[in-house]
């Protein structure tokens, strides 16, 4: 088991530095806003509102 002790410290480094470049790179970044639309569900007359102009286009059915 020689150099076990040096294995050992080398994986440890290796986590750790791993755990520290994820936290810089997800945990430290500005939180962007989003816009307002983009988390509400699409209304239904908006939804109306295009299915009448599909009707107008290619006629009743």
Request: proline content about 7%; hydrophobic content about 45%; aromatic content about 12%.
């Amino acid at each position: 088991m020689q150099g076990a002790f040096e294995l050992g410290l080398f994986a440890l480094l290796f986590l750790g530095l791993q755990v520290w470049w994820l936290s810089k790179v997800f945990l430290n970044r500005p939180r962007q806003p989003r816009p307002m639309g983009a988390s509400k569900p699409m209304r239904a007359n908006s939804l109306q509102n295009k299915r009448n102009a599909l009707e107008k286009i290619f006629g009743q059915s």
